[in-house]
């Protein structure tokens, strides 16, 4: 296991590599480039400036000199934002989003399994029809309507939460609980229909028949011999859903005016930032591969018949 | 709180079984009856999909509904109608009473469990013992139902085993509470045939030492030759015959036993040409019409069985048999 572990992190270091090349070229690849406004910019000072970035040396040149710095962990100026580098900008919102993702993520988690769990066990009650509707809800109805509803709901009529802002503006804890709740609905609609399918599978499968047979409690049953194999599937969404929740989200960051990591994804996307848009990259990356490490562990613990070696 | 007097272990009386599909009601058990002994041990055969495991599922209560449901019929153990129980009254039943062994050990063992937990909890289930008795327990089963160096595999999760050895687990732990009635559903189907002799002998040892009647449901006619006292040959949701076990063998009556009992392959006997075989499909259940379901098979039709479903008559010593032919032609239905 000890092994198996150590090899897989060993692993991580080739696939960013290859991830960071392959956006470092793309990015490249599109028209247009960071310092192409809708006015053009006078030659020489166009000139100036990609000397300044080193824009016009050859590409090979440029690579090799960003993977150099990024092994070194600089990610390199923002060629748009001119008073940080990108590190300053990642370091400083990431942690936002990260707590605001751990809650909201805690919330769907919670609820989507116990919502979940309901719908199996009373399939076709109203509980069932209940909880299955609020997914229906949660999937389709987009963020940028829920955000608004709730601010509408909670700030401006019931006046219980601040209708936007982060720790930083006076409100604290009170002002994460609506964009948790807001970003929580869509994790919790998928975690809750994937609970209730898979659970509905495992009851059905031959071990617990012979579990009924040998006169257990239905409940007992559904905790001590369906629970491990209704998880699994649940897990493996957990991964990558974790990763992408905990860098933000855009919308939510946006209608709740929070300084997080998700706006930098369209903003740098936009305006051709180069390197940060691959330092957002490389971020989400390093989260998601590690998420999925994370998830393929979980999985060993929960079924025995997966040994790594 | 039971009843003293009752005649046999288990009475299953007019039982009916349907299930509810897109296509129709499905009567997988329709109107079927029998009785079982102490220490008796009673084959169902028929092919598959005649509801032999239907009828068994029923006897423990663990039809899935929907679609499935019970809608006739009584089953009395002991004397105590067991589908009038409350669920809490059924889960004393259920595993210490009468206990099941399923055809497929690959995945009818939780495979997220441990061995040992799956046994233990089993037997604490029933009985009123510490953990570490029950883990004895446990352990002196394995033994017994030949799992060599028991108290170390038992730790074992069940893909850690070959599928007889996770058979003879099942086993082990259908019988640790020492059931009066043991249910094997195809016992040995899913298994190696080198294996499927040892797992039956298995069965027969134990049940006998240990005075467990047992139901066995099997197709296959050698298995039950060799180990019922009794048997019952299943058609389409319905008892077509019922006899001690020699008697079918020497004097089928149901054309359809006679064809199954001569479609076993024999070694001791010249064949020549191709094994005999029935011909035709199993009966769909489904809206069946009020008619012998074997007729478009039999090559003793008569026009009575196309309209009619038979009387069962009985011819003595015990022997059953829902057919026509024994039915005195006066009796005929006029229509």
């Known amino acids: 296991m000890t092994k198996y572990i150590i090899r897989r992190l060993l692993g991580v270091i080739p696939t960013l590599l290859v991830i960071i090349t392959i956006s470092f070229f793309i990015v490249r690849v599109a028209p247009g480039g960071p310092f192409d406004g809708e006015r053009a910019l006078p030659e020489v000072v166009k000139r100036n400036i990609e000397a300044k970035y080193h824009i016009n040396d050859p590409l090979l040149v440029q690579y090799g000199r960003y993977m150099f710095d990024v092994l070194r962990g600089d990610l390199g100026p923002s060629y748009r934002y001119k008073d940080h580098d990108v590190n300053f900008y990642i370091f400083e919102s990431l942690p936002n989003s990260m707590v605001l993702g751990v809650i909201a993520i805690s919330i769907s988690v919670i609820f989507g399994i116990l919502s979940g769990m309901l719908a199996a066990i009373h399939q076709n009650s109203w509980i069932d029809y209940l909880s299955m509707a609020l997914a229906v809800v949660g999937i389709s109805v987009p963020l940028f309507v829920i955000g608004p509803v709730l601010q509408y709901v909670f700030a401006m009529k019931l006046g219980w939460l601040p209708t936007s802002g982060w720790f930083s503006t006076g409100d604290g804890w009170k002002t994460v609980i609506l964009p948790a709740l807001t970003l929580a609905f869509a994790d919790f609609a998928t975690i809750a229909r994937l609970t209730r399918s898979s659970m509905l599978e495992t009851l059905r499968s031959d071990y617990i028949r012979t579990a009924k047979a040998k006169g257990m409690k239905s409940s007992s049953i559904i905790f001590k011999h369906a629970m491990k194999g209704t998880m699994l599937p649940i897990v493996s969404y957990l991964g990558p859903a974790f990763a992408g929740i905990i860098t933000g989200s855009v919308v939510v960051e946006q209608v709740f005016r929070i300084p997080g990591l998700g706006k930098f994804f369209v903003q740098s996307s936009f305006n051709r930032d180069y390197t940060l848009i691959v330092g957002v990259v490389i971020v989400y990356s390093v989260i998601l591969v590690i998420m999925n490490f994370l998830v393929d562990i979980v999985y060993s613990l929960l079924d025995p018949r997966i040994t790594y070696t | ?335």
């Open chain 2, 1 to 335: 709180m039971k009843t003293k007097q009752y005649k046999s272990l288990l009475e299953v009386k007019d039982l009916q079984t349907y299930f509810k599909t897109d296509a129709g009601i499905v009567k997988a058990v329709d109107g079927i009856s029998f009785d079982l002994n102490e220490g008796e041990t009673l084959g169902i055969v028929g092919e598959s999909g005649c509801g032999k495991s239907v009828t068994n599922l029923s006897i423990m209560r663990l039809i899935q509904s929907p679609p499935g449901k019970i809608v006739g019929g009584e089953i009395f153990f002991e004397g105590l109608d067991i589908l009038k129980l409350p669920e809490n009254e059924l889960r004393k039943i259920r595993g210490n009473e009468i206990s099941m062994i399923f055809q497929d050990p690959m995945t009818s063992l939780n495979p997220f469990l441990k061995i040992s937990t799956q046994m233990v909890e089993t037997i604490r289930l029933h009985q009123k013992m510490s953990h570490k008795e029950a883990l004895a327990k446990s352990i002196q089963m394995l033994q017994l139902v030949g799992i060599p160096v028991a108290e170390e595999k038992i730790y074992y999760y069940p893909h850690q085993f070959s599928g007889g050895m996770r058979q003879r687990v099942m086993i082990a732990m259908a019988l640790s509470c020492e059931a009066k009635i043991l249910i094997a559903d195809e016992p040995t189907t899913a298994l190696d045939v080198t294996i499927q002799a040892q797992i039956l002998d298995l069965i027969v040892e134990l049940t006998k030492k240990m005075n467990t009647a047992v139901i066995l449901i099997t197709h296959d006619l050698g298995v039950v030759a060799g180990m019922c006292d009794n048997v019952c040959v299943m058609y389409a949701g319905k008892i077509v015959e019922k006899a001690k076990t020699m008697e079918l063998y020497k004097n089928p009556a149901h054309p359809y036993t006679e064809g199954l009992i001569k479609s076993v392959p024999r070694l001791d006997r010249a064949h020549k040409g191709r094994l005999f075989s029935i011909e035709g499909q199993p009966p769909n259940v489904i809206d069946l019409p009020d008619c012998c379901p074997f007729h478009p098979r039999c090559h003793k039709v008569m026009d009575v069985c196309q309209h009619h479903y038979p009387p069962t008559k009985d011819l003595g010593d015990q022997h059953e048999v829902a057919c026509w032919l024994y039915v005195d032609e006066k009796e005929f239905p006029n229509d």
